[in-house]
């Protein structure tokens, strides 16, 4: 199939589909928006009341074009893929299927994480049609009462998510992830696993029953209902005569697969995507999808240009990668990037001094580094994820709520009040009544805010008094054991920094959230020496590369890296590309 080259202010054919490849900063996002101004004004397929369909990967994507659209929001319905499926697929049409799959579609108010809960976990076991076929040292009462046990099946069960087998979309399971330690025997595939997989679809009845949807679920819900109804896809073709969709390579089988169908018939499909930021494979998105993605008549296109960095930034992304060599559209030369060796406090202080008054923004790989450059925290970051931790060591039942509650004070810390209500609510699913819960919600949280400094340096035990006394008398008591010796032994503020609060207006955030955003001064923290190696031997086919190379690609005017290390021979090598201070 030829492929054109195009810059960021061409047209194409507005009838035909199409696929888009194009590098960080290349105007992708510029383009997509001019494309559809261009629908809007010269399609004859519109109408009065059909729109264009926008879909992208990330909020901050969706809040980019819903503000560069302006005024011609109103005839755009720009998306996450999980939010069009769940409100134009799932929402309307979930109740011609609910029977098949015991959903109580009364209950159904969007759709949550899923937690593994102690008590459905029981349900599911002692209902299970296999279970009398468990022989020790995995019989139904070793499963449940010891600890180790419980806790490599609920790891098992967490990894519960849906695959494309042909025309069909099966419920998986990942094996792998049955132990309740990666380094400790897993439970045993033929005598165990095998002996319960026939079950896993009861297991998620369990909960459909309750009317709770999972993330995963919308994907599986919305693949069902299009091949069993397919009318819903000439619903979806009537009001969405075109179908597009930004950040493709981020897309997973599942959603290619409903993508496919959407573009059958008179719906024009078109995509637009970059392997080389393609970062969410945790999440099931596959590199191979968007390099194969094709459909009948499909145009396909390169953006060569780099219309966000100054030349000395796109230089090092020039040399980062070798599939795509950007042009630096802006041709403006700026500073050259610098590389801070040593403690992300004195690069976060250096590279602020450089700033002046500008806006700086600090880029990271997880949460907990993102949540200590937010504070400043005077401590080093925790080796091992505190949090997984504390998943893997407590009661289910009693995690649940800790850990809703820590988020939902997180949440309000950074004035996010709306999300920090929506958290603490589902502590309170007993509360049937929705008003009742969101003021029940709305003064329990005003309480734990209103004490979080008095108990944010205290023991986590601490924290778990307080929720116990005052929001969930219920929940299992804490008094002996490993457990509790980490409720001691670890602060309230330690595993805070592990919470992911979703937060995207912050000056401070992961690489993953910033995807689709830029800044103009951008500081990548990183905080082991051997991550020095993207920079050294670049390597875009590996991930964790990847996720560098977006990192650094968001920034407009300063670039600055932070190391913790790096050797004579690392530096003389960078030395062309980068000042390198210590």
Same mark, same amino acid.
């Given at each position: 199939?030829?492929?054109?080259?195009?810059?960021?202010?061409?047209?194409?054919?507005?009838?035909?589909?199409?696929?888009?490849?194009?590098?960080?900063?290349?105007?992708?996002?510029?383009?997509?928006?001019?494309?559809?101004?261009?629908?809007?004004?010269?399609?004859?397929?519109?109408?009065?009341?059909?729109?264009?369909?926008?879909?992208? #990967?990330?909020?901050?994507?969706?809040?980019?074009?819903?503000?560069?659209?302006?005024?011609?929001?109103?005839?755009?319905?720009?998306?996450?893929?999980?939010?069009?499926?769940?409100?134009?697929?799932?929402?309307?049409?979930?109740?011609?299927?609910?029977?098949?799959?015991?959903?109580?579609?009364?209950?159904?108010?969007?759709?949550?994480?899923?937690?593994?809960?102690?008590?459905?976990?029981?349900?599911?076991?002692?209902?299970?049609?296999?279970?009398?076929?468990?022989?020790?040292?995995?019989?139904?009462?070793?499963?449940?009462?010891?600890?180790?046990?419980?806790?490599?099946?609920?790891?098992?069960?967490?990894?519960?998510?849906?695959?494309?087998?042909?025309?069909?979309?099966?419920?998986?399971?990942?094996?792998?992830?049955?132990?309740?330690?990666?380094?400790?025997?897993?439970?045993?595939?033929?005598?165990?696993?095998?002996?319960?997989?026939?079950?896993?679809?009861?297991?998620?009845?369990?909960?459909?029953?309750?009317?709770?949807?999972?993330?995963?679920?919308?994907?599986?819900?919305?693949?069902?209902?299009?091949?069993?109804?397919?009318?819903?896809?000439?619903?979806?073709?009537?009001?969405?005569? #075109?179908?597009?969709?930004?950040?493709?390579?981020?897309?997973?089988?599942?959603?290619?697969?409903?993508?496919?169908?959407?573009?059958?018939?008179?719906?024009?499909?078109?995509?637009?995507?970059?392997?080389?930021?393609?970062?969410?494979?945790?999440?099931?998105?596959?590199?191979?999808?968007?390099?194969?993605?094709?459909?009948?008549?499909?145009? $396909?296109?390169?953006?060569?240009?780099?219309?966000?960095?100054?030349? $000395?930034?796109?230089?090092?992304?020039?040399?980062?990668?070798?599939?795509?060599?950007?042009?630096?559209?802006?041709?403006?030369?700026?500073?050259?990037?610098?590389?801070?060796?040593?403690?992300?406090?004195?690069?976060?202080?250096?590279?602020?001094?450089?700033?002046?008054?500008?806006?700086?923004?600090?880029?990271?790989?997880?949460?907990?580094?993102?949540?200590?450059?937010?504070?400043?925290?005077?401590?080093?970051?925790?080796?091992?994820?505190?949090?997984?931790?504390?998943?893997?060591?407590?009661?289910?039942?009693?995690?649940?709520?800790?850990?809703?509650?820590?988020?939902?004070?997180?949440?309000?810390?950074?004035?996010?009040?709306?999300?920090?209500?929506? $958290?603490?609510?589902?502590?309170?699913?007993?509360?049937?009544?929705?008003?009742?819960?969101?003021?029940?919600?709305?003064h329990q949280l005003s309480k734990l805010l209103s004490e979080r400094s008095a108990f944010a340096q205290e023991s986590l035990y601490k924290f778990y008094e307080l929720v116990k006394a005052n929001i969930s008398s219920g929940m299992p008591t804490l008094t002996k054991g490993a457990i509790k010796q980490f409720y001691?032994?670890?602060?309230?503020?330690?595993?805070?920094?592990?919470?992911?609060?979703?937060?995207?207006?912050?000056?401070?955030?992961?690489?993953?959230?910033?995807?689709?955003?830029e800044f103009e001064n951008v500081l990548v923290t990183m905080n082991n020496a051997q991550d020095i190696r993207y920079l050294t031997s670049p390597n875009l086919g590996a991930e964790e590369h990847r996720v560098r190379y977006v990192g650094v690609s968001r920034a407009m005017q300063r670039l600055f890296i932070n190391?913790?290390?790096?050797?004579?021979?690392?530096?003389?090598?960078?030395?062309?590309?980068?000042?390198?201070?210590?």
């Open positions: 199939m030829p492929v054109n080259f195009i810059t960021s202010n061409d047209s194409i054919d507005i009838e035909l589909p199409f696929k888009v490849k194009a590098g960080p900063g290349a105007g992708k996002t510029h383009w997509l928006v001019n494309h559809i101004k261009k629908v809007l004004s010269t399609s004859k397929r519109m109408g009065s009341y059909r729109k264009i369909a926008c879909i992208t #990967y990330t909020n901050t994507a969706v809040d980019t074009i819903t503000k560069r659209l302006d005024t011609s929001i109103d005839r755009v319905e720009i998306s996450t893929i999980h939010s069009f499926i769940y409100n134009n697929i799932v929402r309307p049409y979930l109740h011609f299927i609910a029977s098949q799959y015991d959903f109580n579609v009364k209950y159904l108010d969007g759709h949550d994480e899923h937690f593994i809960s102690r008590t459905y976990v029981k349900e599911w076991i002692d209902g299970h049609q296999n279970l009398a076929q468990l022989r020790n040292p995995w019989t139904r009462n070793q499963l449940l009462r010891l600890e180790n046990n419980y806790k490599a099946l609920s790891n098992w069960l967490y990894s519960i998510d849906y695959q494309i087998n042909g025309n069909d979309l099966e419920i998986t399971v990942d094996n792998s992830k049955a132990a309740y330690d990666p380094d400790k025997p897993r439970l045993s595939k033929q005598n165990c696993l095998d002996i319960l997989v026939p079950g896993i679809m009861d297991y998620k009845k369990i909960f459909w029953r309750k009317g709770r949807l999972h993330h995963e679920d919308v994907l599986f819900f919305g693949y069902q209902l299009i091949k069993q109804y397919p009318f819903i896809i000439s619903v979806l073709q009537a009001k969405f005569p #075109y179908f597009f969709i930004d950040e493709f390579q981020d897309t997973s089988p599942v959603q290619t697969a409903i993508v496919r169908l959407l573009a059958q018939r008179e719906t024009v499909v078109g995509v637009i995507g970059d392997k080389a930021q393609s970062i969410y494979s945790f999440q099931g998105a596959s590199v191979g999808d968007f390099e194969h993605f094709s459909l009948p008549g499909q145009q $396909e296109f390169v953006i060569q240009d780099n219309r966000r960095s100054t030349n $000395e930034i796109t230089n090092v992304l020039n040399y980062l990668r070798t599939d795509i060599t950007q042009n630096p559209l802006r041709n403006v030369s700026g500073e050259k990037p610098i590389i801070f060796v040593g403690a992300k406090e004195q690069a976060y202080a250096d590279a602020k001094a450089i700033c002046g008054a500008e806006v700086l923004v600090t880029l990271s790989r997880d949460n907990p580094t993102v949540n200590a450059m937010k504070r400043l925290y005077n401590v080093s970051i925790p080796t091992e994820n505190l949090l997984d931790k504390l998943f893997d060591k407590d009661n289910p039942d009693r995690v649940k709520v800790i850990v809703r509650c820590i988020k939902a004070v997180e949440l309000g810390y950074e004035k996010n009040f709306k999300e920090a209500i929506k $958290e603490m609510q589902k502590v309170f699913v007993n509360i049937t009544d929705k008003a009742a819960r969101r003021k029940t919600a709305f001691d032994t670890n602060t309230y503020e330690q595993i805070a920094l592990f919470v992911d609060t979703d937060n995207d207006v912050e000056e401070c955030k992961t690489i993953h959230k910033a995807k689709g955003d190391l913790p290390a790096l050797t004579a021979a690392e530096e003389l090598s960078l030395s062309g590309l980068f000042d390198i201070r210590r």
